[in-house]
């Protein structure tokens, strides 16, 4: 693997929400490469976070990729809104609509990336079938919901299994995590071929940031090269 790839997307649903602006310009100058923003709805997943227009109202802080994660119902009702809010890439969850490839489709037709996740409990091989209209999986390493939730190892077979995939069909797509990941685990599941790391309390509760970013990304590279 190439360990020029590996990509730390620090999740604000850790982070200080009283200045939500201040810690995402905080966050991109410590050397992140992406913004993760969790957007839940409290009936997909039991908890409620940000809509379109607060992140709309933070874009104007600095040009880092925004990686948005809707953990919603039937998201095409709300891919209009998040494209405009100045979302990069938009990630969708498989068991979250019926319409998945219309979905991942419109995500492109606005000029952004599409993104398609799986539950740790769902079958990997379901992806299969949606790789030519997705950009980035997302592999969940714990339940989605709530922030600060302890890795789920058995995840890491469905990582293995969406990594032969790809290279099964040919697909030179990045895989993503998300949930419990930190400095401790990262190398572990940069080994089965994760590129983008996705860590909240393992940067926000940290001291300094920007340490806690480049210790996780240094145990990323360490895993890769295995």
Known sequence: MDTKTIKISPSILSCDFSHLADEIKRTADAGADMIHIDVM????VPNITFGAPVVKSFRKYTDIIFDVHLM????LRFIDDFAG???DIITIHIESCNNVKETL?????????SGLS??????????RKYLPYTDMILVMSVEPGFGGQGFIPETLDNMKYVSTMLKEEGYDIPIEVDGGISEKNADIVAATGVT???AGSAVYKKPDIQKAIEDIRESAIKGSKN
């Open 196 to 198: 983008i790391f996705v």
């Open 105 to 113: 489709e419109y995500i492109r037709s606005k000029g952004i990336k």
């Open 72 to 75: 919603i119902n039937e998201p």
């Open 41 to 44: 709805d409290g009936a997909f």
């Open 85 to 87: 809010a100045g979302a």
């Open 118 to 127: 799986i539950k740790p409990k769902t079958d990997p091989e379901s992806l």
